[in-house]
């Protein structure tokens, strides 16, 4: 959730083959080549089982790739809860709680290997949702190893082991690479801890408008962008949760689902278009697995996803991917 209004059995698909079906031929321009219009779109938390089967059927009716920013505590056997500490906290705490279940975790793991073997990306939200912004750098390299603990032992301490893919524990420790802050709250020290622990990018910054990313140091930086957004075109984060705030203020109405998804698809079809028509800054949309306000946020997902995937020239990628299709490029755009 974000800080600005918050008080946050199986084969192995390589990422080549995924960036290949991104293939689409990049429009000429009076002898220019335009690039392609990059579109991100990440989760964090990604805990919810039944919005993990809704996003993977959204990304198959797509062609979308995704980003999913997990939070360990989701993958903690709850009779195992107090083992984790985070900094400043008492043991067994958790700013956006726990798994309720041994067999809700087995669905979980089992949505993530999938989603991977998809070509979704599997990315980093910490453990338990606190603010770290004051955290030193040893304390968010502890918080980085009770992440790699909890996911390189999900299936064996969730009476899970016959059932763990051959590939789990290789892609925990070399394929997780990408960070978002909880509540986007950075600090010195995490940056430090992130370039110490190998991490290529960090999704934690927000622009006031959409952004290409940043090399700080060999740490790739992305920002989520403030966009239009309403009748008066007020600037707000590109994200569900900052959407409820503006909406609601922060209690759900689920009888106005309909206008506040109106309003959400419009600010996003503006800031596609501007874009899209214009220098095709990559577009980066956060989201949660939360439905708020009815489902009103993932439905305007749904249509503009839908609408926009399948565009000339338009690339519907995770953090991962869009990396890889811009590399080499002075402006950070897309082949």
């Not at 009716?61 to 903690?76: D, I, M, P, Q, R």
């Not at 957004?229 to 689902?257: C, K, Q, T, W």
């Not at 278009?273 to 993932?298: I, K, S």
Request: glycine share 10%.
């Amino acid at each position: 959730m974000a800080v600005a209004n918050h008080p946050g059995m199986f084969m192995r698909l390589p990422l080549a083959a995924s960036i290949a079906l991104l293939a689409i031929p990049a429009t000429v321009f009076a002898g220019e080549t335009k690039p392609k219009q990059l579109v991100i779109i990440s989760f964090d938390g990604a805990h919810d089982n039944r919005l993990w089967d809704r996003s993977r059927k959204l990304a198959r009716k797509t062609g979308a790739h995704f980003t999913y920013f997990l939070s360990c505590t989701y993958l903690v056997n709850p009779a195992d809860r107090h083992a984790y500490k985070a900094p400043h906290q008492k043991a067994g705490s958790s700013a956006t709680g726990w798994a309720q279940s041994v067999p809700e975790i087995q669905a979980r793991l089992g949505h993530i290997w999938q989603a991977r073997l998809e070509g979704h990306e599997m990315a980093s939200h910490a453990c338990g949702h606190f603010d770290g912004k004051d955290w030193t750098k040893a304390e968010w390299k502890q918080e980085f190893r009770d992440f790699d603990k909890a996911l390189l032992y999900a299936w064996k301490n969730n009476d899970y082991a016959a059932l763990e893919p051959a590939g789990w524990r290789e892609f925990v420790k070399n394929d997780i690479k990408g960070f978002r802050a909880p509540y986007l709250s950075t600090g010195s020290g995490l940056v430090a801890a992130l370039k110490a622990k190998g991490f290529s990018y960090d999704a934690s910054l927000v622009s006031k408008g959409p952004a290409r990313m940043e090399d700080d140091g060999g740490l790739l930086r992305f920002a989520l962008p403030r966009i239009p957004e309403g009748p008066e075109g007020r600037l707000v984060i590109g994200m569900d949760y900052n959407l409820f705030i503006r909406h609601s203020g922060g209690l759900n109405s689920p009888a106005r689902a309909d206008l506040f998804a109106a309003r959400t698809l419009a600010a996003f079809r503006d800031a596609f278009r501007r874009q899209y028509d214009g220098g095709r800054v990559p577009l980066q949309f956060g989201f949660h697995f939360v439905e708020m306000n009815g489902g009103a946020y993932w439905n305007a997902l749904d249509t503009f996803l839908s609408e926009t995937c399948g565009k000339p020239d338009v690339a519907c990628v995770n953090y991962g991917q869009a990396i890889a299709m811009t590399k080499g490029r002075a402006d950070g755009s897309a082949f």
